[in-house]
């Protein structure tokens, strides 16, 4: 293995695990926003957002993440949709992720056990207000740890971007194996990086569900 | 007072889950201050009349009066939300499986709804707690969380929680069936104090020593029918009715052996 050679070119790859974080972030933030009101669709009163969240889900779980972003990326500009390979990675990332947190959040709220909402309806409050005050901060503890393993899916997915040309991890490990033909160094630094980013992530939510656990 | 109306009035319910016909033309009128206590074998039907009363399991038929105001009125939906909430203000609910929220301590527990929905401020629902907290014996808990405490103190919060809303009437769905029974007593004295005090209460229960010893009137329901009712020394020691006479016999057979 050369050492050397790795040593010399890791700072690149700092680079492109910053360009990853940021990524992951984003992508995170927008999964958030997506799986929010896709869950709310879902859960609604109202059978066409029911629908319309249902078919968002159905339709992202039942293709690959790769063709979404293809279809995003090199069919948008045909229906006039211009991103820059970055931005592409965001949202087709992003709105992918949104579905399984929609999955996630989703059945969070519905975990919480029925009789909550009774004893709230009961004492006279609406169903916003119980929802607002009783079932979501249960849910709210129940949904961290599986939102960590869909965000742990989602940076593991940045690599997918690699292939839409963006410079995070992967495509820049398979731009220096063209130089220096040693993929086996060149993907063990990628990979030592993302399980550097994925191990603090992983800390980091254990601790959040630790924080807010119910006793 | 010598009021002739009744206070909680059932009239004619029916309800059917699909082609499950569960309550079956019930008729039950409660007077102000009057205890009445629904027995009956598992599956006949009393958990779905005591939640038709706050309209919990809305009916399929018939009216429910509390006082002179239509509990299950027919509405716009938004209407109807505004209604039941005001409704179920004054209708406490006591649960078999306490059904505290665990997220917040007992002190939470018991002032979320007033703060929310009597505009109460922070000092005055803190107040209020330690009142309700004082009743039911629990002034020592008031910041614990639910998980900390035994099911009867668990139960006697609910009671504690469900009276800070000052509820005209009091329903009781098997409150001491989910207890150790080393913990019931604790919250049959809870609920006696509230008997002495006059409070409304509908009680679904299977202790019929109890049923005995607080209640005014007894209902023996079978099948989503009130097969029998009568004083408690009626009932329970001279029931006219066959139905009743194996259902407590099979209930004192099953529970000494
Ligand atoms: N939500 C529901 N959907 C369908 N059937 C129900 C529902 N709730 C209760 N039932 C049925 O109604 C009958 C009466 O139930 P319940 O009122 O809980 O009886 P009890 O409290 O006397 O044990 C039972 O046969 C029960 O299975
Ligand atoms: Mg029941």
Same mark, same amino acid.
């Given at each position: 293995?050369?050492?050397?050679?790795?040593?010399?070119?890791?700072?690149?790859?700092?680079?492109?695990? &910053?360009?990853?974080?940021?990524?992951?972030?984003?992508?995170?933030?927008?999964?958030?926003?997506?799986?929010?009101?896709?869950?709310?669709?879902?859960?609604?009163?109202?059978? +066409?957002? #029911?629908?319309?969240?249902?078919?968002?889900?159905?339709?992202?779980?039942?293709?690959?993440?790769?063709?979404?972003?293809?279809? !995003?990326?090199?069919?948008?500009?045909?229906?006039?949709?211009?991103?820059?390979?970055?931005?592409?990675?965001?949202?087709? !990332?992003?709105?992918?992720?949104?579905?399984? @947190? +929609?999955?996630?959040?989703?059945?969070?709220?519905?975990? *919480?056990?029925?009789?909550?909402?009774?004893?709230?309806?009961?004492?006279?409050?609406?169903?916003?207000?119980?929802?607002?005050?009783?079932?979501?901060?249960?849910?709210?503890?129940?949904?961290?740890? $599986?939102?960590?393993?869909?965000?742990?899916?989602?940076?593991?997915?940045?690599?997918?971007?690699?292939?839409?040309?963006?410079?995070?991890?992967?495509?820049?490990?398979?731009?220096?194996?063209?130089?220096?033909?040693?993929?086996?160094?060149?993907?063990?630094?990628?990979?030592?990086?993302?399980?550097?980013?994925?191990?603090?992530?992983?800390?980091?939510?254990?601790?959040?569900?630790q924080k807010v656990r119910l006793q | 007072m010598t009021?002739?109306?009744?206070?909680?009035?059932?009239?004619?319910?029916?309800?059917?889950?699909?082609?499950?016909? *569960?309550?079956?033309?019930?008729?039950?009128?409660?007077?102000?201050?009057?205890?009445?206590?629904?027995?009956? $074998?598992?599956?006949?039907?009393?958990?779905?009349?005591?939640?038709?009363?706050?309209?919990?399991?809305?009916?399929?038929?018939?009216?429910? &009066?509390?006082?002179?105001?239509?509990?299950?009125?027919?509405? $716009?939906? #938004?209407?109807?939300?505004?209604?039941?909430?005001?409704?179920?203000?004054?209708?406490? @609910?006591?649960?078999?499986?306490?059904?505290?929220?665990?997220?917040?301590?007992?002190?939470?527990?018991?002032?979320?709804?007033? #703060?929310?929905?009597?505009?109460?401020?922070?000092?005055?629902?803190?107040?209020?707690?330690?009142?309700?907290?004082?009743?039911?014996?629990?002034?020592?808990?008031?910041?614990y969380y639910p998980s900390q405490l035994s099911g009867?103190?668990?139960?006697?919060?609910?009671?504690?929680?469900?009276?800070?809303?000052?509820?005209?009437?009091?329903?009781?769905?098997?409150?001491?069936?989910?207890?150790?029974?080393?913990?019931?007593?604790?919250?049959?004295?809870?609920?006696?104090?509230?008997?002495?005090?006059?409070?409304?209460?509908?009680?679904? +229960?299977?202790?019929?020593?109890?049923?005995?010893?607080?209640?005014?009137?007894?209902?023996?329901?079978?099948?989503?029918?009130?097969?029998?009712e009568g004083p408690p020394s009626v009932i329970f020691?001279?029931?006219?009715?066959?139905?009743?006479?194996?259902? !407590?016999?099979?209930?004192?057979?099953?529970?000494?052996?």
């Amino acid at each position: 293995m050369d050492f050397e050679l790795m040593l010399r070119i890791y700072p690149f790859f700092l680079e492109a695990a &910053w360009v990853t974080i940021q990524l992951s972030i984003l992508t995170t933030i927008l999964g958030l926003i997506c799986g929010t009101l896709g869950a709310a669709a879902r859960l609604s009163r109202f059978a +066409t957002l #029911r629908f319309t969240g249902a078919a968002y889900v159905s339709i992202i779980r039942g293709t690959p993440a790769l063709i979404q972003l293809f279809i !995003l990326y090199f069919g948008g500009p045909q229906v006039g949709i211009q991103l820059d390979a970055f931005e592409a990675g965001v949202i087709g !990332l992003g709105v992918n992720i949104g579905a399984y @947190m +929609t999955e996630t959040m989703r059945g969070a709220i519905i975990s *919480v056990d029925k009789g909550q909402r009774e004893a709230a309806r009961t004492l006279g409050m609406s169903q916003f207000q119980a929802f607002r005050r009783v079932i979501l901060p249960q849910a709210l503890r129940l949904m961290i740890r $599986p939102l960590g393993v869909n965000i742990n899916a989602l940076i593991k997915g940045t690599a997918l971007v690699a292939a839409i040309s963006v410079v995070e991890l992967t495509y820049t490990a398979q731009r220096y194996i063209g130089s220096t033909y040693k993929p086996f160094e060149m993907f063990l630094l990628s990979g030592v990086l993302y399980m550097v980013i994925i191990y603090v992530t992983g800390k980091g939510i254990a601790y959040l569900d630790q924080k807010v656990r119910l006793q | 007072m010598t009021d002739q109306s009744p206070f909680v009035d059932i009239r004619h319910a029916q309800k059917s889950f699909g082609t499950l016909e *569960v309550l079956k033309d019930i008729s039950l009128q409660v007077q102000q201050g009057e205890i009445v206590a629904i027995i009956g $074998p598992s599956g006949s039907g009393k958990s779905t009349l005591l939640r038709a009363i706050n309209d919990l399991d809305p009916l399929t038929g018939g009216e429910v &009066w509390l006082e002179d105001m239509q509990v299950n009125k027919a509405l $716009p939906h #938004r209407q109807y939300e505004a209604h039941i909430n005001k409704v179920r203000q004054q209708i406490g @609910m006591v649960f078999q499986h306490f059904n505290l929220f665990p997220h917040l301590t007992v002190r939470g527990n018991i002032t979320l709804a007033p #703060r929310m929905l009597k505009g109460l401020s922070a000092e005055e629902a803190d107040k209020l707690a330690e009142e309700q907290l004082a009743h039911v014996g629990l002034s020592d808990r008031i910041d614990y969380y639910p998980s900390q405490l035994s099911g009867g103190q668990k139960q006697r919060v609910a009671i504690a929680r469900a009276l800070a809303m000052q509820p005209k009437v009091m329903l009781f769905d098997e409150a001491t069936s989910a207890l150790d029974p080393e913990l019931v007593e604790e919250v049959n004295l809870v609920m006696k104090r509230l008997a002495e005090a006059h409070m409304t209460m509908i009680i679904v +229960t299977h202790e019929m020593g109890f049923a005995e010893s607080v209640c005014d009137r007894v209902l023996f329901m079978d099948e989503g029918v009130v097969v029998e009712e009568g004083p408690p020394s009626v009932i329970f020691h001279n029931p006219q009715n066959e139905r009743t006479r194996n259902f !407590l016999r099979k209930h004192l057979a099953d529970n000494n052996g």
